[in-house]
């Protein structure tokens, strides 16, 4: 391996072992210090470990112990959207980026496996942003012509999908609502549903920064006689 390899293939391994590290969730958890401890010794060895061929092993401990210490779904994503993000101009690189990738992609399905959706759009957003990454990577496989990950990966898509897909025929679906003015999700809550202590569910449906300020429309679940409801106009 050239200088110039090495050099760029580090660069990119340095950028996701970072990222890894910057995962936002609990660190008072008992698996916050392994995670630091994995990231730290994969940025300390990271030039010797690429140089000697043994990456693999130091990158899949920083990926195990994210996902032991709770990281969600979406900073899964995130990873990836990093390490595809790194210049891949020697082989070096493109094998820790595929490996980053391939990494990511399998501790988000395993994230989603535990996640509890709110809603059906939620599971319909997670399902388009997994759909692309795996056909990415179920393409590169068959390309490369590595059969056992080829199906691994197949097989592993076809349960992601099978589980969202069931999971979200259980959910109520979300209606919009338009209201005349904006209201606090206290007052919503106890128009829309009767029930003022469901204005957690309404604040948590719409992301929005406060409960006290919630959008003019908003998404929320159906009333039981209506599909759609127009309130104030």
Known sequence: ???AELSEAVAAWEAIVAAVAEASFDRSSTAAPELRRACAAALAGG???IAAGGAGAVLVACFEA????GAPATFFSRIRAVAEGQAQAHAATQVIVSLAVRLA???EAQALAE???ASRDDVDAALSRLRPAFESVIDATMAARESEAHKAFGQL???VVSDL??????????VVYRMGLSLPALALANR????AGRSGELAAENKVVHPLFMPVQLYGKPQLKCVIYFLGN
């Open 1 to 3: 391996m050239t200088r």
């Open 47 to 49: 030039r010797a470990a």
């Open 66 to 69: 994210a996902r032991m210490a």
């Open 105 to 107: 992609l399998a501790a």
């Open 115 to 117: 996640t509890t959706f």
């Open 157 to 159: 898509y076809a349960a």
């Open 165 to 174: 897909t069931a999971r979200a025929r259980r959910m109520p679906r979300v």
């Open 192 to 195: 829309l549903y009767g029930d």
